[in-house]
């Protein structure tokens, strides 16, 4: 076999595990998509209806009247994602500035923890969590989640935004320097500029992680419906309404539209800043 067809061979190989990787991930989504334009009830039916015989769209209907609240819980999530990323951003360009750019004893230790304290699963501390929101008074607020999710989302955000910061020449702050700026006019003015894409995916992430939580979102919120966000939304349709699995996807896919739509317009931005730079 030929050095080239060896090299064919790699790529059919490759094209074909992603191929697969992408209908198993992307199956779900097909089929609650599908779900949500069958006639209620049908979604029941033996043998399975793999297609409607006749779509509709009169779940979406239900789902957007006046019976359901699903505007207001992506308004909730939107809220709380918008309050997470300026927390995360403000608190992980601050930290990953001290990381990269300062010289102190165990600043790459100190990297290293943060990335540990990101890998324990947000379960373990959800009762420490509650706990602590409610002897601050915060059950049943936008800030019993946007709080929590800002810490949830600190590693990963410090990890990729001091991935840039190492690579921005110290000449440059140097010169700020000499112009007499001080160490924040520094960093919001002459560094922050140049590591905008690793800022940017940081921001998207945690939005993404923020508007998909669950656990934390279930728990602080009590069943209050001033504050659900999407996810509890779901589950509250689910019971509310006797597992109508019609209206459950309508909803479904009325919540993940602004993230789909986020995804596709701002994907290459992240891959980018995913993609590029690298800790010193």
Not at 15 to 24: A, D, E, R, T, Y
Not at 104 to 131: D, K
Not at 177 to 198: E, N, Q, S
Request: glycine share 6%; proline share 5%; charged share 10%.
């Amino acid at each position: 076999m030929t050095k080239r067809q060896q090299i064919r061979q790699h790529r059919a190989i490759s094209s074909l595990i992603l191929v697969v990787i992408g209908l198993w991930c992307l199956f779900p989504l097909v089929w609650i998509a599908v779900t949500s334009i069958k006639p209620l009830g049908t979604e029941y039916r033996i043998p399975v209806e793999y297609w409607p015989q006749n779509p509709t769209l009169e779940n979406y209907r239900t789902v957007l009247g006046e019976r359901f609240t699903i505007q207001r819980s992506i308004f909730n999530s939107l809220v709380v994602s918008t309050g997470s990323v300026v927390g995360t951003l403000l608190l992980a360009t601050l930290s990953a500035y001290a990381i990269a750019r300062m010289r102190f004893r165990f600043r790459f230790q100190t990297l290293y923890m943060m990335q540990i304290a990101g890998m324990i699963p947000p379960i373990v501390v959800i009762a420490p969590t509650f706990v602590l929101m409610r002897s601050l008074g915060l059950l049943r607020t936008y800030w019993a989640m946007i709080l929590p999710n800002t810490v949830y989302a600190l590693p990963l955000s410090s990890f990729l935004i001091a991935s840039y910061f190492a690579n921005v020449p110290f000449e440059l702050e140097d010169a700020a320097k000499i112009d007499g700026a001080g160490t924040m006019t520094t960093i919001f003015r002459v560094i922050l500029p140049v590591a905008a894409p690793g800022i940017f995916s940081a921001g998207v992430l945690a939005f993404l992680g923020s508007w998909g939580e669950f656990m934390l979102a279930n728990t602080v919120s009590i069943g209050s419906a001033a504050v659900e966000t999407v996810p509890v939304a779901v589950l509250s349709l689910s019971r509310a309404f006797d597992l109508q699995w019609a209206w459950v996807a309508a909803g479904t896919m009325v919540s993940i539209v602004p993230i789909i739509v986020a995804v596709l317009l701002l994907q290459r931005f992240v891959v980018t800043g995913l993609s590029a730079g690298g800790l010193k």
